[in-house]
């Protein structure tokens, strides 16, 4: 199952786009988690198998002087509602679910 959030754009000179999921699930669960571009390249990922209530993510940091736009994809081995997952930018501390 794919999750995906929001295209997000990210700032200038150092905001961190981060990618995160939690296994909410009772079984472990294979997860990978990719951070893409705008056009859909993918530009980091993890993959794990997570442990109930086990978490992992990935990131990377605006270095250059323009807005960069980034999306996560989530993608896990069973139902949609087996994992939270979303896209945190910081310092901004904002928080865009995955769906």
């Not at 995906?4 to 150092?14: K, M, R, S, W």
């Not at 995160?20 to 859909?40: C, F, K, M, P, Y």
């Not at 980034?70 to 139902?79: A, E, H, L, N, Q």
Request: glycine letters at 8%; charged letters at 20%; aromatic letters at 8%.
């Amino acid at each position: 199952m794919d999750l995906y959030t929001p295209n997000v754009p990210v700032a200038p000179e150092g905001e961190v786009f981060h990618c995160s999921a939690i296994n909410v699930s009772n079984q472990a669960r294979l997860v990978r988690i990719e951070l893409r571009d705008h056009t859909g390249e993918v530009i980091n990922f993890q993959e794990s198998l997570l442990n109930p209530g086990a978490a992992m993510w990935t990131q990377i940091q605006n270095s250059g002087s323009s807005f960069f736009d980034r999306f996560c994809k989530v993608t896990v081995d069973g139902r949609k509602s087996d994992v939270r997952a979303g896209a945190i930018l910081s310092p901004r501390g904002a928080f865009m679910p995955a769906e």
